[in-house]
Protein backbone atom coordinates (compact mmCIF):
# COMPACT_ATOMS: atom_id res chain seq x y z
CA UNK A 1 0.00 0.00 0.00
CA UNK A 2 2.83 2.72 0.89
CA UNK A 3 4.63 1.35 -2.28
CA UNK A 4 1.55 2.78 -4.40
CA UNK A 5 1.15 5.41 -2.65
CA UNK A 6 4.81 6.64 -3.08
CA UNK A 7 4.46 5.58 -6.77
CA UNK A 8 1.60 7.50 -6.98
CA UNK A 9 2.88 10.85 -5.50
CA UNK A 10 5.75 10.49 -8.07
CA UNK A 11 3.18 10.66 -10.76
CA UNK A 12 1.67 13.36 -10.05
CA UNK A 13 4.84 15.44 -8.90
CA UNK A 14 6.34 14.44 -12.38
CA UNK A 15 2.86 15.27 -14.04
CA UNK A 16 3.08 18.50 -12.44
CA UNK A 17 6.30 19.59 -13.62
CA UNK A 18 5.55 18.44 -17.33
CA UNK A 19 2.36 20.16 -17.38
CA UNK A 20 3.90 23.70 -16.03
CA UNK A 21 7.19 23.40 -17.80
CA UNK A 22 6.66 21.50 -21.11
CA UNK A 23 2.53 21.75 -21.49
CA UNK A 24 2.68 21.59 -25.31
CA UNK A 25 4.58 17.88 -25.02
CA UNK A 26 1.99 16.97 -22.28
CA UNK A 27 -0.67 18.10 -25.05
CA UNK A 28 0.48 16.10 -28.01
CA UNK A 29 1.09 12.97 -26.00
CA UNK A 30 -1.93 13.20 -23.81
CA UNK A 31 -3.84 13.19 -26.83
CA UNK A 32 -1.87 10.72 -28.86
CA UNK A 33 -2.31 8.07 -26.20
CA UNK A 34 -6.11 8.55 -25.85
CA UNK A 35 -6.60 8.37 -29.61
CA UNK A 36 -4.87 5.04 -29.66
CA UNK A 37 -6.76 4.21 -26.56
CA UNK A 38 -10.31 4.58 -28.18
CA UNK A 39 -8.88 2.93 -31.34
CA UNK A 40 -8.37 -0.37 -29.45
CA UNK A 41 -11.73 -0.06 -28.27
CA UNK A 42 -13.31 0.49 -31.42
CA UNK A 43 -11.85 -2.30 -33.40
CA UNK A 44 -12.85 -4.93 -30.89
CA UNK A 45 -16.33 -6.52 -33.19
CA UNK A 46 -18.74 -5.89 -29.87
CA UNK A 47 -18.37 -1.89 -31.03
CA UNK A 48 -19.96 -2.48 -34.48
CA UNK A 49 -23.74 -3.57 -35.04
CA UNK A 50 -23.02 -6.33 -37.62
CA UNK A 51 -20.14 -7.61 -34.67
CA UNK A 52 -16.90 -8.10 -37.43
CA UNK A 53 -14.03 -5.84 -36.62
CA UNK A 54 -14.02 -2.16 -37.98
CA UNK A 55 -11.00 -1.74 -40.23
CA UNK A 56 -8.60 0.11 -38.30
CA UNK A 57 -8.43 3.26 -40.23
CA UNK A 58 -12.10 3.70 -39.91
CA UNK A 59 -11.58 2.99 -35.99
CA UNK A 60 -8.44 5.21 -35.78
CA UNK A 61 -10.83 8.11 -37.73
CA UNK A 62 -13.76 7.85 -36.03
CA UNK A 63 -11.62 7.85 -32.77
CA UNK A 64 -9.67 11.08 -33.48
CA UNK A 65 -12.57 12.38 -34.69
CA UNK A 66 -14.42 11.77 -31.58
CA UNK A 67 -11.39 12.46 -29.04
CA UNK A 68 -10.72 15.82 -31.00
CA UNK A 69 -14.29 16.50 -31.09
CA UNK A 70 -14.57 16.90 -34.69
CA UNK A 71 -17.89 15.10 -35.68
CA UNK A 72 -16.58 13.45 -39.20
CA UNK A 73 -17.35 10.47 -39.83
CA UNK A 74 -16.25 7.97 -42.31
CA UNK A 75 -19.19 5.03 -41.90
CA UNK A 76 -22.38 6.49 -40.53
CA UNK A 77 -22.88 6.84 -36.84
CA UNK A 78 -26.20 5.64 -35.87
CA UNK A 79 -26.37 2.19 -38.20
CA UNK A 80 -22.49 1.33 -38.27
CA UNK A 81 -21.67 0.79 -34.36
CA UNK A 82 -23.55 -0.58 -31.92
CA UNK A 83 -24.33 0.30 -28.77
CA UNK A 84 -21.80 -0.18 -27.23
CA UNK A 85 -19.57 1.47 -30.07
CA UNK A 86 -21.75 4.71 -29.11
CA UNK A 87 -21.17 4.35 -25.52
CA UNK A 88 -17.14 4.16 -26.35
CA UNK A 89 -17.65 7.23 -28.70
CA UNK A 90 -19.77 9.25 -26.18
CA UNK A 91 -16.56 8.41 -23.56
CA UNK A 92 -14.14 9.20 -26.06
CA UNK A 93 -15.83 12.68 -26.82
CA UNK A 94 -15.86 13.51 -22.79
CA UNK A 95 -12.67 12.51 -22.51
CA UNK A 96 -11.41 14.42 -25.50
CA UNK A 97 -13.95 17.60 -24.23
CA UNK A 98 -12.31 17.28 -20.56
CA UNK A 99 -8.30 17.22 -22.10
CA UNK A 100 -8.94 20.07 -24.25
CA UNK A 101 -10.50 22.45 -21.56
CA UNK A 102 -7.87 21.31 -18.45
CA UNK A 103 -4.93 21.24 -20.51
CA UNK A 104 -6.18 24.72 -22.39
CA UNK A 105 -5.95 25.66 -18.82
CA UNK A 106 -2.91 23.85 -17.86
CA UNK A 107 -0.89 25.74 -20.27
CA UNK A 108 -2.47 29.08 -19.04
CA UNK A 109 -1.21 27.92 -15.56
CA UNK A 110 2.27 27.08 -16.81
CA UNK A 111 2.39 30.79 -18.68
CA UNK A 112 1.34 32.44 -15.28
CA UNK A 113 4.00 30.81 -13.77
CA UNK A 114 6.74 31.71 -16.13
CA UNK A 115 6.61 35.10 -16.01
CA UNK A 116 7.02 37.84 -14.17
CA UNK A 117 5.03 38.70 -10.19
CA UNK A 118 4.35 41.90 -11.19
CA UNK A 119 2.56 40.75 -14.37
CA UNK A 120 1.18 37.58 -12.92
CA UNK A 121 -0.69 39.58 -10.39
CA UNK A 122 -2.09 42.06 -13.01
CA UNK A 123 -3.05 38.91 -15.24
CA UNK A 124 -4.88 37.33 -12.12
CA UNK A 125 -6.57 40.63 -11.23
CA UNK A 126 -8.26 40.60 -14.94
CA UNK A 127 -8.87 37.19 -15.07
CA UNK A 128 -10.38 36.89 -11.59
CA UNK A 129 -9.43 33.57 -11.94
CA UNK A 130 -8.85 32.58 -8.45
CA UNK A 131 -7.44 29.21 -7.64
CA UNK A 132 -4.34 29.55 -10.37
CA UNK A 133 -2.53 26.85 -8.58
CA UNK A 134 -4.82 24.84 -7.33
CA UNK A 135 -5.35 21.69 -10.12
CA UNK A 136 -7.65 19.97 -8.36
CA UNK A 137 -9.94 22.82 -8.29
CA UNK A 138 -10.06 23.59 -11.66
CA UNK A 139 -10.69 19.97 -12.64
CA UNK A 140 -13.30 19.79 -10.25
CA UNK A 141 -15.27 23.13 -11.85
CA UNK A 142 -14.42 22.03 -14.83
CA UNK A 143 -16.20 18.63 -14.90
CA UNK A 144 -19.11 19.98 -12.65
CA UNK A 145 -20.07 22.78 -15.32
CA UNK A 146 -19.89 20.27 -18.07
CA UNK A 147 -21.71 17.50 -16.39
CA UNK A 148 -24.36 19.39 -15.62
CA UNK A 149 -24.96 20.98 -18.75
CA UNK A 150 -24.63 17.75 -20.63
CA UNK A 151 -27.18 15.90 -18.02
CA UNK A 152 -29.54 19.28 -18.40
CA UNK A 153 -29.92 18.90 -21.90
CA UNK A 154 -30.22 14.99 -21.94
CA UNK A 155 -33.18 15.46 -19.07
CA UNK A 156 -34.79 17.94 -21.48
CA UNK A 157 -34.44 15.47 -24.87
CA UNK A 158 -35.71 12.40 -22.83
CA UNK A 159 -39.19 13.22 -22.65
CA UNK A 160 -39.24 14.54 -26.42
CA UNK A 161 -37.54 10.79 -27.39
CA UNK A 162 -40.67 9.19 -25.25
CA UNK A 163 -43.17 10.71 -27.67
CA UNK A 164 -41.03 9.18 -30.60
CA UNK A 165 -41.76 5.86 -29.23
CA UNK A 166 -38.13 5.48 -28.70
CA UNK A 167 -38.65 3.61 -25.43
CA UNK A 168 -36.72 4.54 -21.73
CA UNK A 169 -33.75 2.77 -22.75
CA UNK A 170 -33.04 4.22 -26.30
CA UNK A 171 -34.05 7.07 -25.00
CA UNK A 172 -31.98 7.68 -22.75
CA UNK A 173 -28.82 6.67 -24.41
CA UNK A 174 -29.89 9.05 -26.96
CA UNK A 175 -30.46 12.00 -24.63
CA UNK A 176 -26.98 11.76 -22.65
CA UNK A 177 -25.17 11.32 -26.19
CA UNK A 178 -26.72 14.38 -27.49
CA UNK A 179 -25.97 16.36 -24.35
CA UNK A 180 -22.11 15.18 -24.30
CA UNK A 181 -21.98 16.05 -28.05
CA UNK A 182 -23.54 19.40 -27.83
CA UNK A 183 -21.80 20.49 -25.16
CA UNK A 184 -18.50 19.31 -26.21
CA UNK A 185 -18.93 20.14 -29.88
CA UNK A 186 -18.12 16.79 -31.43
CA UNK A 187 -21.54 16.68 -33.78
CA UNK A 188 -21.79 13.32 -33.28
CA UNK A 189 -25.66 12.23 -33.87
CA UNK A 190 -27.09 8.75 -32.57
CA UNK A 191 -29.71 9.00 -35.28
CA UNK A 192 -29.25 7.20 -38.49
CA UNK A 193 -30.44 10.27 -40.27
CA UNK A 194 -28.96 12.92 -37.90
CA UNK A 195 -30.79 15.65 -36.81
CA UNK A 196 -32.99 16.30 -40.32
CA UNK A 197 -36.08 14.52 -39.72
CA UNK A 198 -35.88 17.28 -36.78
CA UNK A 199 -35.42 20.84 -39.04
CA UNK A 200 -38.54 22.23 -37.27
CA UNK A 201 -38.41 20.88 -33.84
CA UNK A 202 -37.56 23.28 -31.48
CA UNK A 203 -37.56 20.69 -28.80
CA UNK A 204 -34.87 19.22 -30.30
CA UNK A 205 -32.38 21.78 -31.79
CA UNK A 206 -33.16 24.30 -29.08
CA UNK A 207 -31.43 22.42 -26.04
CA UNK A 208 -28.74 21.00 -28.74
CA UNK A 209 -28.39 24.46 -29.83
CA UNK A 210 -28.21 26.23 -26.48
CA UNK A 211 -25.48 23.55 -25.96
CA UNK A 212 -23.09 23.91 -28.35
CA UNK A 213 -23.16 27.68 -27.46
CA UNK A 214 -22.34 27.34 -24.16
CA UNK A 215 -19.12 24.58 -24.86
CA UNK A 216 -17.81 27.02 -27.40
CA UNK A 217 -17.69 29.89 -25.22
CA UNK A 218 -15.15 28.24 -23.45
CA UNK A 219 -14.40 27.80 -19.50
CA UNK A 220 -12.63 30.94 -18.71
CA UNK A 221 -15.52 32.60 -20.26
CA UNK A 222 -18.21 30.82 -18.16
CA UNK A 223 -16.53 30.73 -14.27
CA UNK A 224 -15.44 34.07 -14.97
CA UNK A 225 -19.47 34.89 -15.67
CA UNK A 226 -20.46 32.80 -12.94
CA UNK A 227 -18.50 34.46 -10.28
CA UNK A 228 -19.18 38.03 -11.40
CA UNK A 229 -22.77 37.24 -12.51
CA UNK A 230 -24.03 39.92 -10.71
CA UNK A 231 -21.23 42.76 -12.36
CA UNK A 232 -21.15 42.30 -15.62
CA UNK A 233 -19.00 45.56 -15.80
CA UNK A 234 -16.18 43.68 -13.72
CA UNK A 235 -16.31 40.98 -16.20
CA UNK A 236 -12.53 40.10 -18.12
CA UNK A 237 -11.52 41.23 -21.10
CA UNK A 238 -11.21 38.38 -22.44
CA UNK A 239 -15.21 37.46 -21.46
CA UNK A 240 -16.40 40.68 -23.04
CA UNK A 241 -14.08 39.81 -26.38
CA UNK A 242 -15.65 36.56 -26.36
CA UNK A 243 -19.41 37.01 -25.66
CA UNK A 244 -19.31 40.74 -28.40
CA UNK A 245 -17.45 38.35 -31.00
CA UNK A 246 -19.79 35.33 -30.87
CA UNK A 247 -22.86 37.24 -30.74
CA UNK A 248 -21.52 38.99 -33.74
CA UNK A 249 -20.68 36.32 -35.77
CA UNK A 250 -23.85 34.37 -35.00
CA UNK A 251 -25.90 37.04 -36.72
CA UNK A 252 -23.45 37.45 -39.73
CA UNK A 253 -23.60 34.11 -40.40
CA UNK A 254 -27.43 33.71 -39.90
CA UNK A 255 -27.62 36.88 -42.35
CA UNK A 256 -25.93 35.99 -45.03
CA UNK A 257 -26.90 31.58 -44.72
CA UNK A 258 -30.67 33.28 -45.17
CA UNK A 259 -29.55 35.29 -47.84
CA UNK A 260 -27.92 32.22 -49.51
CA UNK A 261 -30.02 29.19 -48.90
CA UNK A 262 -33.98 30.93 -48.05
CA UNK A 263 -34.23 30.58 -52.13
CA UNK A 264 -32.71 27.02 -52.03
CA UNK A 265 -35.52 24.74 -52.64
CA UNK A 266 -32.81 21.72 -51.48
CA UNK A 267 -32.34 22.78 -48.12
CA UNK A 268 -34.61 25.66 -46.87
CA UNK A 269 -36.64 26.76 -49.42
CA UNK A 270 -39.33 24.26 -49.28
CA UNK A 271 -39.84 25.08 -45.33
CA UNK A 272 -42.11 27.72 -43.72
CA UNK A 273 -40.80 31.26 -42.55
CA UNK A 274 -40.73 29.90 -38.89
CA UNK A 275 -39.15 26.96 -40.03
CA UNK A 276 -36.37 28.77 -42.10
CA UNK A 277 -35.46 31.06 -39.13
CA UNK A 278 -35.28 28.42 -36.95
CA UNK A 279 -33.17 26.72 -39.05
CA UNK A 280 -30.96 29.44 -39.88
CA UNK A 281 -30.70 30.51 -36.56
CA UNK A 282 -29.00 26.95 -35.72
CA UNK A 283 -26.86 26.14 -38.42
CA UNK A 284 -25.44 29.91 -37.92
CA UNK A 285 -24.29 28.22 -34.01
CA UNK A 286 -23.25 25.33 -35.60
CA UNK A 287 -21.58 26.84 -38.83
CA UNK A 288 -18.53 27.53 -36.30
CA UNK A 289 -17.79 24.64 -34.04
CA UNK A 290 -21.08 22.59 -33.46
CA UNK A 291 -20.85 20.46 -36.43
CA UNK A 292 -24.73 19.59 -36.25
CA UNK A 293 -26.73 19.95 -39.03
CA UNK A 294 -30.52 20.59 -39.91
CA UNK A 295 -30.22 20.42 -43.36
CA UNK A 296 -27.75 18.62 -46.35
CA UNK A 297 -24.77 20.57 -46.53
CA UNK A 298 -23.63 19.13 -49.66
CA UNK A 299 -26.92 20.47 -51.28
CA UNK A 300 -26.08 23.87 -50.07
CA UNK A 301 -25.40 26.08 -52.44
CA UNK A 302 -20.97 27.12 -53.13
CA UNK A 303 -21.65 30.34 -51.61
CA UNK A 304 -22.74 28.98 -48.41
CA UNK A 305 -19.38 26.96 -48.28
CA UNK A 306 -17.46 29.85 -49.02
CA UNK A 307 -19.24 31.07 -45.80
CA UNK A 308 -18.62 28.52 -43.37
CA UNK A 309 -15.50 28.10 -44.55
CA UNK A 310 -14.46 31.61 -43.16
CA UNK A 311 -16.83 30.58 -39.79
CA UNK A 312 -15.16 27.28 -39.11
CA UNK A 313 -11.41 28.70 -39.44
CA UNK A 314 -12.73 31.40 -36.98
CA UNK A 315 -14.33 28.89 -34.33
CA UNK A 316 -14.96 29.66 -30.79
CA UNK A 317 -13.86 30.59 -28.02
CA UNK A 318 -9.84 29.91 -26.00
CA UNK A 319 -10.08 27.21 -23.53
CA UNK A 320 -13.51 25.56 -25.16
CA UNK A 321 -14.92 22.37 -26.80
CA UNK A 322 -14.71 24.81 -30.33
CA UNK A 323 -11.42 24.58 -32.55
CA UNK A 324 -10.58 26.94 -35.15
CA UNK A 325 -8.00 29.99 -34.60
CA UNK A 326 -10.67 30.88 -31.78
CA UNK A 327 -12.92 34.29 -31.58
CA UNK A 328 -10.41 35.90 -29.60
CA UNK A 329 -7.87 35.53 -31.78
CA UNK A 330 -10.01 37.18 -34.73
CA UNK A 331 -11.30 40.36 -32.32
CA UNK A 332 -7.49 41.34 -31.78
CA UNK A 333 -6.22 41.47 -35.46
CA UNK A 334 -9.86 43.19 -36.22
CA UNK A 335 -8.97 45.87 -33.27
CA UNK A 336 -5.46 45.89 -34.61
CA UNK A 337 -6.15 46.86 -37.86
CA UNK A 338 -9.07 49.39 -36.42
CA UNK A 339 -6.15 51.18 -34.23
CA UNK A 340 -4.32 50.79 -37.34
CA UNK A 341 -6.81 53.01 -39.65
CA UNK A 342 -7.23 55.46 -36.92
CA UNK A 343 -3.50 55.84 -36.45
CA UNK A 344 -3.88 54.89 -32.20
CA UNK A 345 -0.41 53.75 -30.92
CA UNK A 346 -2.32 51.00 -28.41
CA UNK A 347 -5.12 48.43 -29.46
CA UNK A 348 -7.46 49.07 -27.18
CA UNK A 349 -10.92 47.30 -26.18
CA UNK A 350 -13.30 48.37 -23.08
CA UNK A 351 -10.78 50.86 -21.44
CA UNK A 352 -8.14 48.46 -21.35
CA UNK A 353 -5.07 48.31 -23.66
CA UNK A 354 -4.28 44.87 -25.68
CA UNK A 355 -0.21 44.35 -25.15
CA UNK A 356 1.90 43.97 -28.89
CA UNK A 357 3.04 40.43 -27.77
CA UNK A 358 -0.74 39.27 -27.81
CA UNK A 359 -1.07 40.73 -31.43
CA UNK A 360 2.21 38.86 -32.22
CA UNK A 361 0.24 35.47 -31.14
CA UNK A 362 -2.60 35.98 -32.94
CA UNK A 363 -0.65 36.49 -36.00
CA UNK A 364 1.27 33.68 -35.55
CA UNK A 365 -2.00 31.24 -34.80
CA UNK A 366 -3.64 32.59 -38.05
CA UNK A 367 -0.85 32.02 -40.51
CA UNK A 368 0.23 28.33 -39.22
CA UNK A 369 -3.54 27.98 -39.52
CA UNK A 370 -3.38 28.92 -43.27
CA UNK A 371 -0.32 27.50 -44.00
CA UNK A 372 -2.12 23.85 -42.58
CA UNK A 373 -5.37 24.36 -44.71
CA UNK A 374 -3.85 25.26 -47.98
CA UNK A 375 -1.10 22.50 -48.18
CA UNK A 376 -3.65 19.71 -46.76
CA UNK A 377 -6.33 20.71 -49.15
CA UNK A 378 -3.29 20.36 -51.80
CA UNK A 379 -2.43 17.14 -51.14
CA UNK A 380 -5.99 16.23 -50.31
CA UNK A 381 -7.04 17.25 -53.79
CA UNK A 382 -3.82 15.20 -55.08
CA UNK A 383 -4.79 12.28 -53.23
CA UNK A 384 -8.86 12.35 -54.46
CA UNK A 385 -9.39 14.46 -57.19
CA UNK A 386 -11.93 16.23 -55.77
CA UNK A 387 -12.54 19.47 -56.95
CA UNK A 388 -11.22 22.56 -54.67
CA UNK A 389 -14.77 23.90 -53.56
CA UNK A 390 -15.58 20.20 -51.33
CA UNK A 391 -11.92 19.42 -50.59
CA UNK A 392 -11.14 23.08 -48.57
CA UNK A 393 -14.58 22.79 -47.19
CA UNK A 394 -13.79 18.96 -45.49
CA UNK A 395 -9.71 19.86 -44.94
CA UNK A 396 -11.01 23.30 -43.20
CA UNK A 397 -13.75 21.44 -40.84
CA UNK A 398 -11.09 18.52 -39.86
CA UNK A 399 -8.62 21.27 -39.08
CA UNK A 400 -11.14 23.16 -37.00
CA UNK A 401 -12.39 20.24 -35.67
CA UNK A 402 -16.38 21.59 -36.81
CA UNK A 403 -17.53 18.32 -38.16
CA UNK A 404 -19.37 19.18 -41.08
CA UNK A 405 -19.20 18.04 -44.27
CA UNK A 406 -20.31 18.12 -48.21
CA UNK A 407 -20.92 14.20 -47.51
CA UNK A 408 -17.48 13.32 -49.36
CA UNK A 409 -15.94 11.75 -45.79
CA UNK A 410 -17.06 8.09 -46.60
CA UNK A 411 -16.26 7.95 -50.33
CA UNK A 412 -12.70 9.02 -49.88
CA UNK A 413 -9.97 6.38 -49.86
CA UNK A 414 -7.40 5.43 -46.67
CA UNK A 415 -4.42 7.71 -47.60
CA UNK A 416 -7.14 11.08 -47.89
CA UNK A 417 -8.84 9.58 -44.79
CA UNK A 418 -5.40 9.24 -43.13
CA UNK A 419 -4.72 13.13 -44.27
CA UNK A 420 -7.60 14.21 -42.55
CA UNK A 421 -6.63 12.33 -39.46
CA UNK A 422 -3.53 14.03 -39.62
CA UNK A 423 -5.60 17.47 -40.11
CA UNK A 424 -8.16 17.02 -37.09
CA UNK A 425 -4.75 16.50 -34.72
CA UNK A 426 -2.81 19.55 -36.17
CA UNK A 427 -6.05 20.94 -35.70
CA UNK A 428 -7.18 20.04 -31.91
CA UNK A 429 -3.44 20.35 -30.55
CA UNK A 430 -1.41 23.36 -32.76
CA UNK A 431 -3.01 26.63 -31.97
CA UNK A 432 -2.91 25.38 -27.86
CA UNK A 433 0.80 24.39 -28.39
CA UNK A 434 1.73 27.23 -30.60
CA UNK A 435 0.41 29.98 -28.19
CA UNK A 436 1.75 28.06 -24.95
CA UNK A 437 5.06 27.37 -26.82
CA UNK A 438 4.94 31.32 -27.66
CA UNK A 439 4.27 32.50 -24.18
CA UNK A 440 6.92 30.42 -22.60
CA UNK A 441 9.56 31.23 -24.88
CA UNK A 442 9.66 34.80 -24.54
CA UNK A 443 13.22 35.98 -24.24
CA UNK A 444 14.33 39.63 -22.66
CA UNK A 445 17.13 40.83 -24.93
CA UNK A 446 19.88 43.30 -23.56
CA UNK A 447 20.57 44.34 -27.14
CA UNK A 448 18.44 45.18 -29.37
CA UNK A 449 18.84 46.21 -33.28
CA UNK A 450 18.07 49.88 -34.63
CA UNK A 451 14.35 50.26 -35.58
CA UNK A 452 13.05 50.37 -39.25
CA UNK A 453 10.15 50.39 -41.11
CA UNK A 454 9.87 48.75 -44.42
CA UNK A 455 6.72 49.42 -46.76
CA UNK A 456 3.47 47.28 -46.12
CA UNK A 457 0.79 47.02 -48.46
Not at 168 to 173: D, H, N, T, V
Amino acid sequence: MASLRTARDAFGEWFDRVALESPARLTLGAFAITILLFTGLLSLPAATSSGERAPFIDALFTSTSAVCVTGLVTVDTGTYWSPWGLAIIGLAIKVGGLGIMTLASLAGLAVSRRIGLTQRILAAGESRAAGLGDLGSLLRTVVIVSTTVELTIAAILIPRFLTLDYGWAKSFGYSLFYGVSAFNNAGFTPDPAGLYPYAGDLWMLVPIGLGVFIGGLGYPVYLNMIRQWRSPRKWSLHTKLTLVTVTVLAFISASFLALFEWTNPLTLGDHSAGKTIGNVFFQSINQRSGGFASFDIGLAREQTWLLEDVLMFIGGGSGSTAGGIRVTTLAVLVLAAWAEARGRRDIEAFGKRIGTEVLRIAVSITLMGLFVVIVTTGVFMWQTDIPLDRSLYEVVSAYATCGLSTGITGEIDSDAKMTLIITMYLGRVGSLTLASALMLNRQRRVIRYPSERPLIG
